[in-house]
């Protein structure tokens, strides 16, 4: 089951809601999230994280960080999402586009860091480990549960 947890905050910098299922339009981004419409930049329109390197990071540093703290908007499971850089792959009837690794900035650093822990040492943490940035090729919705396939064979990934 790939699609763990899904998040929108509706505001730059405002917190994260979970949430079963969102609305998606092509080269638009996620119904209702702070970056909807946006493109400052290739892959801003929806974000995805492995669980697995939110709990080895928590593992490693000794951290209780949520689901929700890396501002990802898409948690998978049992899926390198490195792999899928690009790649063509689909949730459903949605196709996207895996633009570029989802490189940690210094405003995760700075919303992660603590007493144990320094902004640039989040950050080395993070990288080539926080997730893919992706475009929505084409329209639809996606909810918890579903699983992530390759658009070129159609048959689930197991990357």
Not at 77 to 91: A, E, H
């Amino acid at each position: 089951m790939p699609i763990e947890r899904l998040f929108i905050a509706t505001v730059a910098g405002g917190e994260q809601r979970a949430v079963a299922s969102f609305e998606l339009i092509a080269g638009q981004g996620i119904v209702g999230d702070r970056n909807f419409g946006l493109s400052k930049w290739p892959g801003q329109n929806i974000t995805f994280i492995e669980r697995e390197q939110i709990e080895a990071y928590n593992l490693a540093f000794a951290q209780n960080l949520q689901l929700s703290d890396t501002r990802r908007s898409v948690i998978t499971s049992g899926l390198r999402l490195n792999d899928l850089v690009g790649q063509q792959f689909t949730i459903g009837a949605v196709t996207f586009f895996g633009v570029e690794l989802c490189e940690p900035c210094s405003d995760l650093g700075e919303r992660l860091q603590n007493s144990r822990i320094s902004k640039n040492d989040v950050v080395k943490a993070f990288t080539h480990k926080g997730g893919l940035r992706a475009d929505i090729i084409s329209s639809g919705n996606i909810s918890l549960g579903m699983n992530i396939l390759l658009a070129s064979n159609h048959s689930e990934s197991h990357l």
